[in-house]
């Protein structure tokens, strides 16, 4: 089964065509043919599929997304906290000195890079084993931990993308160091915020201040533990 994280601001849900386009590209990948036939329908159907779930359009939800191989979907809508929606855009366009900032460790396994880090699924057991490795054991800690492939590079955060200052410019990892092609990532790199470069484990600075991306939660304020 394929997934895909959204948030409801009534309405907008944010970056909808880049989920949509998320879960197709998996679909496609693990050759999910009823899967793919039926994510292909246009974005305005794919939208009034999630409207029928939501409880109450006057509050933000978050939404996970699960398509089986035979194209049958549900929608699991869960109560959020409202965030600050500036927080949504990417960090050029807003200044928020009042965001919390997260802890961001680094992880002490390496991870192989597969298709089921590329793609978005429900294969999560890297991602909750580097989690727990990390010491974060609730969903509310404001933390995370970036994977590793056994090269050394870093491929993404367990829930997040990763943007770290390199000469005055933002970078993230690009997606053949193993990690998935986020919607906020596609985001950050259409509207210029950042570039791909690979970055190395071995380069952070305990200390150093990164930002850190996803669809639930938009932009967030991190900063580097280096154990």
Known sequence: MHRAILILTNPPYYL????????????????????????QQDVQGFEEFLDTSIPD???????????????????????????????????????????????????????????????KTTARDDYTSARLRAGINSPTDLAEVLIVNPDGKIMEGSITTPYFLRDHMWITPPLSSGGNAGTTRRYALSQGFCLEHTISRDELVDGELCWLSNGVRGFIRGQVIAK
């Open 57 to 119: 359009r006057s509050k933000p939800w978050r939404l996970r997304i699960v398509v089986n191989s035979r194209g049958k979907a549900r929608v699991e809508a869960n109560p959020t906290a409202s965030i600050d929606l500036m927080s949504l855009f990417i960090p050029s366009l807003h200044t928020n000195a009042s965001l919390s900032i997260w802890r961001v460790y680094i992880d002490t396994q390496s991870t192989n890079p597969s298709d089921f880090t590329t793609h």
């Open 16 to 39: 909808l065509a880049y989920h949509q386009d998320r879960l197709i590209a998996a679909a496609a990948k693990f050759e999910w043919e009823g899967a793919l036939n039926w994510l």
